[in-house]
């Protein structure tokens, strides 16, 4: 330390002068007078136009982002007084009474975490929590599938849907040779973002019939044809959002077959496994076709609406490969996409899965409270659908009734929903989109009501 600080000493004022000045871009000469003494401070250590400063901010010029068009309905729901507002626009379970739901056997799940000892906070492995995995994919694949008993899955924790989403889609874009993304049309609103922002390039196929609300199931199967091999296409694998509508299985099997014949990859979002009919195993069907018949697909999968874990940010991406070789491979890649991004994923949530999901009965105690979830949902559409029907309310709306899963893509246009806003405090996307879980038995008259209303004055 003493002969560093002796040659620190040693450097002379005009040196160091010298050197200050080549970091600020300041002619200096040590044969000229002083800097000090030819120039202020002012003068000298001037601000760029990017520093900071009590006038300004780096900042200035970035502009004001739009709210999210779903979550700024709840947004502004929030600043409304008016006590007869309803808030149909976010896709979150309510109660009866509009609460939110913390499922009993969650809570179950959380005190057994909580009261044993030998739990501790360190870091999980960058692919999450090793059981937690294992289960979810037997959940959505089975636990008698033969990519599970062949080892032929690669599984990793994400956060949610949207992260397993992404986690695929980067995955996807370094390792797949094609990378274009089939996405329906309509979707959720935040796929096109997460896959562009992954790296891919995202069109649209024909899904909703607007003339119908039912599926456009031929424009389907046309512009799939017309996908280059290899393509990705993105499927729901239940209660499609926003519209509700689903293909039968038979129209599942015509798709299959032509995915399959085309060479193209499937990449399945589901996020309302049990959630749609209240059955497990037939929200699962769709994906299970594709697994059955040996090849090769990608699967998103989310617990914020079965479980209820909404901000738990629990979710699963699971992709089956050829051959369990290859699932290895696989899983190493995806630890160099998720390392990077969010290190490693978080412990709460997934303990919580998969302590239920392990334990007989409380996996039993879990169907029976998602199935009361499920059935809620099913009720509400049937008494909106009623209520609509004894009001006489020009149009068709059995579509209600026989779309499925949380929301209902009602058919009402952007000036229709603006009026129901303005003139009966009722929020929703302005795509006409409504979730069915927040209704009630006592919100559905003055919903009904509305949406008379608007279809009456508003063609």
Known sequence: ????????????????????????????????????????ASEIVTPSPT?????????????????????????????????????????????????????????????????????????????????FNKLSAKLIFGADSPAIQENRVATVQCLSGTGSLRVGGEFLARHHHEHTIYIPQLTWGNHPKVFTLAGLSVKTYRYYDPTTRGLNFQGLLEDLNMAPCGAIVLLHACAHNPT???????????????????????????????????????????????????GECLTAQSYAKNMGLYGERVGALSIVCKSADVAVRVESQLKLVIRPMYSNPPIHGASIVATILKDRE??????????????????????????????????????????????????????????????????????????????????????????????????
């Open 362 to 459: 409380m996996y039993h105690e879990w169907t029976i409270e998602l199935k009361a979830m499920a059935d809620r949902i099913i009720r509400m559409r049937q008494q909106l659908f009623d209520a609509l029907r004894t009001r006489g309310t020009p149009g068709d709306w059995s579509h209600i009734i026989k779309q499925i899963g949380m929301f209902t893509f009602t058919g009402l246009n952007r000036e229709q929903v603006t009026f129901m806003t303005k003139e009966y405090h009722i929020y929703m996307t302005s795509d006409g989109r409504i979730s069915m879980a927040g209704l009630s038995s006592k919100t559905v008259p003055h919903l009904a009501d509305a949406i008379h209303a608007a279809v009456a004055r508003i063609k």
């Open 51 to 131: 520093a900071g400063s009590y006038d300004g901010s780096v900042f200035a010029n970035v502009v004001q982002a739009p709210e999210d068009p779903i979550l700024g309905v709840t947004v502004a729901y929030n600043k409304d007084p008016s006590p007869v507002k309803v808030n149909l626009g976010v896709g979150a379970y309510r109660t009866e009474d509009g609460k939110p739901l913390v499922l009993n056997v969650v809570r179950r799940a959380e005190q057994l975490l909580v009261n044993d000892p030998s739990r501790v906070k360190e870091y999980l492995p960058i692919t999450g929590l090793a059981d």
């Open 244 to 294: 509700g509508v689903d293909p039968t299985l038979d129209q599942w099997e015509q798709i299959r077959l032509l995915i399959r014949s085309k060479g193209l990859l499937p990449f399945f979002d589901s996020a309302y496994q049990g959630f749609a009919s209240g059955n497990l195993e037939a929200d699962a069907q769709s994906i299970r076709m594709f697994v059955a018949d040996g």
């Open 1 to 40: 330390m003493g002969d560093a600080n002796m040659r620190a000493e040693l450097v002379s004022p005009g040196r160091r002068l010298g050197t200050l000045a080549r970091h600020l871009g300041v002619d200096y000469s040590p044969a000229s007078s002083s800097l000090m003494a030819s120039h202020n």
